[in-house]
């Protein structure tokens, strides 16, 4: 799982992402999800690491299995948050 921080003044968005589906589209006839280096590829960082920076956080984007685990079991999202997008699961928390 990789980990992007984008900082601005007033917001930090997290995006928490599996490192197999970087670079990659995915499509069904309403929805669309390009999972793009510049949005996604970031660091490897450790369970305690991750969650002090989503503590920070103004916003959480997560996408594919191993993620979707990790925010399940700490109950940073619901089974009910999760969008699957040609199988891919996603959830954002605002």
Known sequence: MLT???QTEDRKIV???DETL?????ETKDLQLDISEFFYKGK????KK???EIQEASSLNIVGEES???AL???L??????????????ALIV
């Not at 999202?77 to 996603?90: A, D, G, V």
């Open 44 to 47: 490897k960082l450790d369970e």
């Open 73 to 75: 079991k700490h109950d």
């Open 77 to 90: 999202i619901s089974k009910t948050h999760i969008i699957k997008i040609q199988n891919i699961p996603h």
């Open 68 to 70: 979707i685990k990790f």
């Open 15 to 17: 995006s928490l992402c």
């Open 4 to 6: 992007k921080i984008h």
């Open 50 to 52: 991750v969650l002090e």
């Open 22 to 26: 970087i670079g990659k589209k995915f």
